[in-house]
Structures are given as structure tokens and as C-alpha cells.
């Protein structure tokens, strides 16, 4: 649906906050924001073009992982607030749909301390590791099973006051001195924003039947063809491709055959399980995330896109910066006459 006319969040009862909040884009970043401001009472609407089943998020195998995302600073410490906040909803909120589970990462070459490390309040070296590889990490990570964490995001939104609504926007709208805008569009940020630094990383996952695999596994020394099993309650997620610059979102058979047949090499509990299903997703990649506030005219427009393949690894620590900025921008407002 095409928004007739200059949009406007309804406004809620009681709200305590004078600057009105649309968020465009409902991937995993655009709907954690989206519940953050929520949470702190902001009047908040949801506009996208793809509803969240649609997204790249959804193709996800959604392992806390912090990976393809850049500057490392600050990945390191929004990776270690969401690790924070997915572990606290998993304890707190099982129907959420996320899990911590046990896993290993595998590397061959050199071994040395990710430089993710003071996200994780865990990391075991692993010295038993099979014939190719030269060691690798145990630990224990947040995981997602996005098929039912989306939709419990989306209902998280609208038990706060917020809505969702599929809308083609041809272009951000435009924010006001009672009205930020937040651009959480991922890939389409490129023709929204003019930024020709954001291309797509395709990535091709395979779900198959769930035969029993427990703890997830991860390798990626060919980063065109990295390497990952992520188990959930009713499927296993395979995977993975990552070509740069490929706009393709069909999956490829041949590709598949390939990735699951990687993956069982190293996990072959995954010889002979059904595949369910193939799925394609384009990551929005940038050299560094971009999260910060633009002036247009006399309101704000919030950035935040650009996460790569760590969209929901990064999730609610970009969250808390977006409502960092969105109160910043408020607090700057001229008063509303």
C-alpha cells in the first residue's frame, strides 16, 4: 500500500515523548529499534515495503556471530549488548523463539584470539579439531530461530502501542521538527540514500530436516564458500555462499548441493536428511555500519544499515544507539509551537 498524503503516527495516550518516531525497513534492526523506542514510549510506526517474513532477515540462520561488519570497536560492543539482551530474553521469554547453544568454530592456519572476544563472556580453545584444520573455539551463543523471533518482535511492537504497515516509499519521509525518521532499510539504502558503498553479499542456505543436530558449527577460511550448521527446534540451516555484488535472489540447485555437501563432511549426522527447503538472501554490506543522525530541514533522519552479515548479532546494540540518537535529536528540537 502507497501512504496517501504526508504520514503521521497516530498518537497514543499518555505518551510522555514529543518527537514522533517512523521506521523504515522491517528487518531484525528496523523492528529491534522500532521495540526499543516502543519501550521508552515513543509514539512508533513501522513502514516497509517487505514485511519481515520477506526480508533477508528471515533467510538468516541467525547465529550470534559478529560477522562481515566493520568498525570492529564498535561491533565489538554492539555485539556484546546484544549477546546481553538475546540471552536475557532467551531466560525470559521462550516463547521468543531464541536459544543459547553450544558451538564450535573451526580455523585453519594461524589460531588466535577473535578480536570479538570481549563480547563473549566465554571463549574455550579447542585443540581435538578434525584432520585440516589447526584448532578452534567452543562457546556458547544466543540463537535464533526467525521464523517465530520476527513475528514475536512484531507482537512485542504492537502489545507497546506501535504499528506495522507495508508501504512502497519512493523515497525516506521527510522528518519534522515532531517527526524522526529512522532508515533502517538495509540494501535499499543504496538507491534511498545515493550510498554506493552498500552492495549485496549473496548468501544461499539449505534446510533440512532436524536429524538430531544439537550444537551449532562454523568454519569460514573461503570466505566466498564459509561453511555453517545452525540447528533449530524443527530444521537444521546449512549453509552458506557469499558473493559479492549478486543481486540474484534465486537459489541455485547446483549451489545447494554443494553447501550441504561441505557441511556434511564436517557434521555427517546430515547425511541423507531431507532437504525442506532452499533460500537466498542478500546481505547488505558496507565498510562500516552506518548509525548516525542527519539533519533534513528542520528534523532528523537516524541511519542505521549496512550490518552486513550481522544484522541480528548486532541488533540491540544498534537498537540502543538509535533511541541514543533519536532522544538526542528530540532534546536539540525546537520547541513545537
Not at 157 to 182: F, Q, S, Y
Request: aromatic share 6%.
Amino acid at each position: 500500500m502507497r501512504p496517501e498524503g504526508p504520514y503521521r503516527p497516530r498518537a497514543r495516550r499518555g505518551t510522555l515523548c514529543r518527537v514522533r518516531v517512523i521506521v523504515v525497513g522491517a528487518g531484525v534492526v528496523g523492528l529491534s529499534a522500532a521495540v526499543r523506542l516502543a519501550e521508552h514510549r515513543y509514539d512508533v510506526a513501522v513502514l516497509a515495503r517487505d514485511l519481515p517474513a520477506e526480508t533477508t532477515s528471515a533467510v538468516a540462520a541467525a547465529l550470534w556471530y559478529p560477522y562481515r561488519a566493520s568498525p570492529r570497536d564498535a561491533v565489538t560492543r554492539w555485539s556484546a549488548a546484544t549477546f546481553t539482551e538475546l540471552t536475557r530474553l532467551a531466560e525470559q521469554s521462550p516463547a521468543c523463539g531464541v536459544s543459547s547453544r553450544w558451538g564450535t568454530e573451526l580455523v585453519r592456519g594461524q589460531v588466535t584470539t577473535p578480536w570479538w572476544r570481549d563480547a563473549v563472556p566465554r571463549l574455550d580453545r579447542l585443540r581435538d579439531v578434525p584432520a585440516g584444520y589447526d584448532g578452534g573455539w567452543r562457546l556458547p551463543v544466543p540463537v535464533a530461530d526467525m521464523s517465530v523471533y520476527l513475528p514475536w518482535l512484531v507482537a512485542r511492537l504492537e502489545a507497546l502501542g506501535g504499528t506495522l504497515t507495508r508501504a512502497w516509499l519512493p523515497a525516506l519521509p521527510t522528518p519534522g521538527r515532531d517527526l524522526t525518521v529512522v532508515n533502517a532499510t538495509g540494501l535499499a539504502s543504496r538507491a534511498l540514500t545515493g550510498d554506493p558503498t552498500l552492495s549485496p553479499v549473496r548468501g544461499q542456505v539449505v534446510l533440512v530436516e532436524q536429524v538430531g543436530v544439537e550444537e551449532w558449527l562454523l568454519e569460514h577460511s573461503d570466505e566466498a564458500a564459509l561453511t555453517y550448521v545452525v540447528p533449530r527446534q524443527e530444521v537444521v540451516v546449512v549453509g552458506g555462499t557469499a558473493v559479492e555484488g549478486d543481486y540474484d535472489p534465486r537459489p541455485d540447485p547446483a549451489t545447494g548441493a554443494a553447501v550441504l555437501a561441505r557441511a556434511t563432511r564436517l557434521v555427517p549426522a546430515l547425511a541423507g536428511a531431507r532437504v525442506v527447503g532452499h533460500r537466498v538472501g542478500l546481505r547488505p554490506a558496507r565498510p562500516t555500519v552506518r548509525l548516525e543522525a542527519e539533519q533534513v530541514g528542520e528534523g532528523t533522519v537516524v541511519h542505521c544499515y549496512g550490518h552486513g552479515g550481522a544484522g541480528v548479532t548486532l541488533s540491540w546494540g544498534c537498537a540502543d544507539d538509535v533511541l541514543a540518537a533519536v532522544q538526542h535529536a528530540g532534546a536539540a528540537a525546537p520547541a513545537t509551537r
